[in-house]
């Protein structure tokens, strides 16, 4: 089983509307989340972290459920320039792994006018 | 600040040569990464360094593939000999224990084996 599985997508959607993107992670000891970012052949990029009482940035609002082992991010009001590819991530528990982080496969978003 | 520095940006080369790919990781990270990306395989990590010691290289896909980090402040990736299955993204990530291990990226290299 892999450590984080993401629904690859695409997600079309207009300007201003809301979408959501789920994962589930499989080692319930992980402690950091996060959320990356990455652009048509560009680096992925940190978008946010997410903690456990759920963080929100702007437009951006991330939750996490450990009881379900489950990471969501929620863009609300979509813009063009929201379009990328979004990354959830997971960090590896303490042991011989600590400091690794494991990538889900992205889901694809575009938005379009 | 400088971010994760890479050289090159792009390497084009024929098969059977040597490639060495140049990280320079954020000043006072203690982790560097390799990773490699591809539209079949997504983001692979190859090998990882902690205070310049390797301690997990089961991601390099073969002997071809070695990497060293002489200092906190170098690494670097070769693959010898080349082969166009070799043809990918190369990037080179830091991070470290503060506050949660967020990695960041270097602008990769677009690596080219024909």
């Known amino acids: 089983r892999k450590e984080v599985e993401q629904d690859p997508g695409p997600f079309n959607v207009p300007e201003g509307a809301t979408v959501a993107f789920n994962c589930t992670y499989s080692?319930?000891?992980?402690?950091?989340f996060f959320w990356y970012r990455q652009d048509c052949r560009k680096e992925p990029k940190l978008l946010m972290s997410v903690y456990s009482s759920g963080n929100e940035d702007g437009r951006f609002t991330a939750q996490l459920n450990r009881a379900s082992q489950y990471i969501s991010l929620l863009i609300r009001d979509s813009k063009l320039s929201d379009s990328a590819t979004y990354l959830c991530?997971?960090?590896?528990?303490?042991?011989?792994?600590?400091?690794?982080?494991?990538f889900g496969r992205g889901t694809q978003l575009t938005v379009w006018p | 600040d400088a971010g994760v520095i890479q050289s090159p940006r792009h390497e084009v080369t024929e098969m059977g040569q040597e490639v060495t790919l140049r990280c320079k990781p954020i000043s006072g990270h203690d982790y560097l990464f390799w990773y490699r990306q591809t539209m079949m395989r997504g983001l692979e990590l190859l090998i990882y360094?902690?205070?310049?010691?390797?301690?997990?290289d089961s991601g390099m896909p073969e002997d071809r593939f070695s990497a060293k980090m002489p200092n906190a402040s170098f690494s670097t990736l070769k693959i010898q000999p080349s082969e166009p299955r070799d043809s990918a993204v190369y990037f080179c990530?830091?991070?470290?224990?503060?506050?949660?291990?967020?990695?960041?990226f270097g602008p990769g290299t677009r690596l080219t084996v024909t």
């Open positions: 991530v997971v960090n590896s528990p303490a042991g011989s792994t600590l400091g690794r982080l494991y």
């Open positions: 990530a830091s991070s470290s224990n503060s506050p949660g291990y967020e990695q960041y």
């Open positions: 360094f902690n205070n310049n010691v390797p301690i997990d």
């Open positions: 080692n319930s000891a992980s402690q950091s």
